[in-house]
């Protein structure tokens, strides 16, 4: 990351709420007969880029200051399973790196449009499915350099396509996340660059421990020294559901802490019922509170959540963080 757009992040975070954008795979699959015959809702980047790169303006035009890539399952361990084809690497590289340039191209018009805002792309590196902490499931485990080998390739593309920022999210594996820590790191060191990363993980229905039974302290400590941008959570049972993790987060914390939650469960027919509003009135009482400094959303989350979310938050001075950002 430049100098100048390292400068203008810490700028952002240390003035106001930033604003993280909404669901891509929920509202892609709205607006496409296409996604059930792909692999998953990230080939997209390939097949249909102009509904992603709509997606993207209409975050930024909600008022997003960071847009999240549509690259969640674009790992080699999620899409071997999925097609058989020898090329896999080079399409995993093509998925990511694309799905950088679509967002990158968006935040640079929406930049270009209002130079005294800048915009921000999150690569996004999802949890894989396959944990090394196997627990009672071993059909669910990889090995560590499988693991660490997918996570370089992914990062490595995303910082090509022009990634400002890496977001590590939904982790349900504490372990799984310090190995993707460990992978982004060997990157940019091997490409010469820095670049900010965020990890976010998901939580179990009492809203207090990680999927491998962390609670927030334990987790927090887990990645005191990995030198991040953020630490938060993310998808989950709705706003409300996520304020115990975040609270508990905010205690301890000594960086920026985000939330994107869920707009509630979905129902049979997949319908998240968790409105903008309503949404958009849970997460001001977290900024009132001073236990946030990036809000968005997850699944179910739509530009209208987005919009109702940073007119909530505008202007809003955001948690205070006792030690200075790591950048």
Not at 140 to 151: F, H, I
Not at 246 to 254: G, M, P, Q
């Amino acid at each position: 990351m430049r100098d100048d757009r390292r400068r203008q992040l810490a700028d952002l975070l240390a003035g106001r709420v930033a604003i993280l954008d909404g669901a891509g795979g929920t509202m892609l699959r709205s607006v496409t007969s296409v996604a059930p015959a792909l692999p998953t809702i990230d080939w997209l980047n390939l097949e249909r880029p102009d509904l992603v790169g709509d997606l993207h303006r209409a975050y930024l035009a909600a008022g997003a200051d960071i847009v999240k890539t549509n690259t969640f399952n674009a790992t080699a361990i999620v899409q071997a399973g999925r097609i058989s084809d020898s090329d896999l690497a080079q399409k995993i590289d093509a998925l990511n790196r694309q799905g950088a340039r679509l967002a990158r191209a968006a935040a640079d018009g929406a930049e270009a449009a209002d130079p005294a805002r800048p915009r921000f792309v999150a690569g996004v590196i999802g949890p894989t499915q396959r944990n090394v902490s196997r627990g009672s499931d071993p059909a669910r485990g990889v090995a560590v350099g499988t693991l660490e080998a997918a996570y370089r390739s992914a990062a490595r593309s995303l910082i090509e396509g022009g990634a400002d920022i890496l977001l590590i999210e939904t982790v349900v594996d504490s372990a799984n996340a310090a190995i993707a820590i460990r992978a982004v790191r060997g990157v940019c060191t091997a490409m010469g660059v820095a670049v900010p990363l965020m990890v976010s993980a998901t939580v179990t229905e009492d809203g207090i421990h990680t999927l491998d039974g962390q609670t927030m302290t334990e987790f927090w400590h887990a990645f005191a020294d990995a030198d991040l941008l953020s630490i938060g959570v993310n998808c989950a049972f709705g706003a409300a559901a996520l304020h115990p993790a975040v609270s508990a987060l905010a205690a301890v914390a000594e960086i920026a802490v985000s939330v994107h939650p869920n707009a509630g469960l979905p129902d049979v027919a997949g319908f998240y019922g968790e409105g903008p509003e309503a949404m958009a009135a849970h997460l001001g009482a977290f900024v009132e509170e001073g236990i946030v400094n990036i809000v968005g959303g997850c699944c179910g989350t739509t530009p209208a959540h987005i919009a109702a979310i940073a007119a909530a938050v505008r202007d809003r001075k955001p948690r205070s963080v006792r030690a200075r950002l790591p950048m």
